[in-house]
């Protein structure tokens, strides 16, 4: 089975940065794409945004030119820069990886806080 921990989250002020960590263990396939969503409440859960292990990327458009994914993989982790961060980031943020036959994990998720 894949193991998703994720570290990094917090409480950070509007402005200020936080850099999220999705280290991925298990049976984890070559190709595969490894994201973030985020989930505010009252909301649905949302891309926030993905890349494969060629490094294709995809940004919500309201992170972009703020946030950054990035992964390692030989280390199995992604990662996710968050610049300039705004209150309406406040959600808990969860990484997927999803490989190549569908197969998708999640992991527990962690609390982001913007204070305003």
């Known amino acids: 089975q894949v193991q998703l921990v994720e570290s990094g989250g917090g409480l950070v002020q509007a402005g200020g940065s936080l850099r999220l960590s999705c280290a991925a263990s298990g049976s984890i396939f070559r190709i595969n794409t490894m994201g973030w969503y985020r989930q505010a409440p009252g909301k649905q859960r949302e891309l926030v945004a993905r890349?494969?292990?060629?490094?294709?990327?995809n940004y919500a458009d309201s992170v972009k030119g703020r946030f950054t994914i990035s992964r390692d993989n030989g280390k199995n982790t992604a990662y996710l820069q968050m610049n300039n961060m705004k209150p309406e980031d406040t959600a808990v943020y969860y990484c997927?990886?999803?490989?190549?036959?569908?197969?998708?994990?999640w992991g527990q998720g962690t609390q982001v806080t913007v204070s305003s």
């Open positions: 997927n990886l999803v490989i190549v036959s569908g197969l998708s994990t």
């Open positions: 890349i494969t292990s060629g490094g294709s990327t």
